[in-house]
Structure formats: structure tokens, C-alpha cells
């Protein structure tokens, strides 16, 4: 979560100043990866009879549903603009990342 924090704090302070639109797409773009963990399964073929699968991280999504204002804070990026179709796309995923269910 500290990783996630420090880019939740980086993103709210370029959205404060309106940043420029590559530097919140690069933020937006690791944020699906850290809200994600991984799972061990039980795996008849792998080395041990486990192996592992990616999975949602739930204490992740939640922290950045309450560090955007329950996504409050990227409402203003969601909006068509064909000069910045990178930015609407990752924070499309993000969000969408932050609401998949965890098994």
C-alpha cells in the first residue's frame, strides 16, 4: 500500500494543478497492477502441487476508492477527448480494478 499511496499523493497533487495529461496516464497506468495480489492454487502439475494466480487485492481497492472520494477525484477525467484517449483508457482500467470482486 505504500506505493499506492505515494501515487495516490502524486496524482492528487497534479489533478490539484492540472497537471499535464501524459504525467496522470503514467500514473493511472501502474495503479491496476498494484491493486492486484496473488492467490495460491492448488496445481496437480506444477513443481510442490501449487502454483499462484492474480487476483484482486481488496485493502488496495479500498484504499484508493477512500484516497479518490469514492473515484470522486477522477470524475473529471472521464470525458471523451480524442487528444487524450490514453488518459480516458487508464482511467478506465483503474477504476475498473479497483472494482473487481475478490474471491
Do not use: W
Not at 497537471?19 to 510442490?48: C, R
Amino acid at each position: 500500500l505504500a506505493e499506492l499511496s505515494a501515487l495516490c499523493d502524486r496524482l492528487s497533487q497534479l489533478l490539484q494543478r492540472k497537471g499535464a495529461a501524459s504525467e496522470v496516464t503514467a500514473i493511472l497506468t501502474q495503479m491496476p497492477t498494484l491493486l492486484q495480489a496473488l492467490k495460491i492454487k492448488p496445481d496437480a502439475e506444477a513443481v510442490g502441487g501449487k502454483s499462484y494466480e492474480s487476483c484482486p487485492n481488496h485493502d488496495a481497492q479500498v484504499f484508493l476508492r477512500l484516497r479518490t472520494n469514492s473515484f470522486a477525484l477522477l470524475a473529471p477525467l472521464i470525458r471523451p477527448n480524442a487528444k487524450q484517449i490514453q488518459l480516458l483508457i487508464a482511467v478506465l482500467e483503474t477504476v475498473a480494478a479497483a472494482l473487481r470482486d475478490c474471491p
